[in-house]
């Protein structure tokens, strides 16, 4: 069966730090990969998706995750966070050849981002 | 990505009883999913409901305990029937997007007493 393994539920870091949230998967066929956020007490919103091409993907409020074919991740970084970054992020992944839009998703990890 | 909406976006419900929650979207859809996030828990896919057809459950779900409707293809319900404390969750229904990704509603958030 697919899985999708986020390394740490919890990740508390400072404002204007660097943070990386790591995502690995388990697949041997093709998949495309998605990172969602949670704020407290809303749904999940999409964040950035991976489908093809370069393997470095951006969304519009700076944060960025990179596609490691070899090493089976979509680690999400930002290099300087925000207080309103606070939330939870789920890492997600769809498998080509699978039922289309059919997701996976990991257990999520939580970030604080303290003052 | 496609707008929706979920009613009630809250409930307190007595153990035994039977909720129906609601899922709008403003545009036509083909895919539309149920899912369940228990608290601190991650999204389990409950089922996808397919227009004119029965939904597809997944294991663990079972169409007694969760029926669904999908009587257009931008609208659809998830029964949560005969809870227990155990159905306490957020309950979400997504949408397929154009590429895969699904665009998620905000959620039903269910208490049972």
Redesign the interface.
């Known amino acids: 069966a697919q899985s999708v393994t986020q390394l740490d539920s919890q990740v508390p870091v400072f404002e204007e730090a660097p943070v990386e949230l790591r995502c690995n998967y388990s697949s041997s066929v093709s998949v ?1 990969l ?1 990172w ?1 956020v949670q704020y407290p007490n ?5 964040l950035l ?1 991976y ?1 093809s091409g370069s393997t470095l993907v951006e969304s519009i409020n700076g944060f960025e995750a990179e596609f490691n074919k070899s090493q089976t991740s979509f680690h999400l970084r930002k290099p300087s966070v925000h207080i309103s970054d606070t939330a939870e992020y ?1 890492c997600a992944v ?1 498998y080509s050849g699978g ?5 996976t ?4 990890t939580l970030l604080t981002v303290n003052p | 990505s496609a707008v929706i909406s979920q009613k009630p976006s809250r409930d307190i419900c007595q153990r035994g009883t039977s909720l129906t929650i609601q899922c709008q979207v403003d545009s036509q859809v083909t895919m539309m999913f149920w899912y369940r996030q228990q608290p601190g828990q991650s999204l389990t896919l409950i089922a996808t409901a397919n227009q004119g057809s029965e939904a597809t459950y997944e294991s663990g779900f079972v169409i007694d305990k969760f029926p669904i409707s999908r009587p257009n293809l931008t609208f659809s319900t998830l029964t949560v029937s005969n809870m227990s404390p155990e159905d306490s969750s957020i309950y979400l229904c997504s949408v397929g997007g154009g590429r895969y990704e699904q665009y998620f509603g905000p959620g039903t958030r269910l208490t049972v007493t």
């Open positions: 495309y998605f969602y809303q749904g999940l919103q999409l998706k489908l789920f769809s039922s289309n839009y059919k997701l998703f990991g257990k999520g």
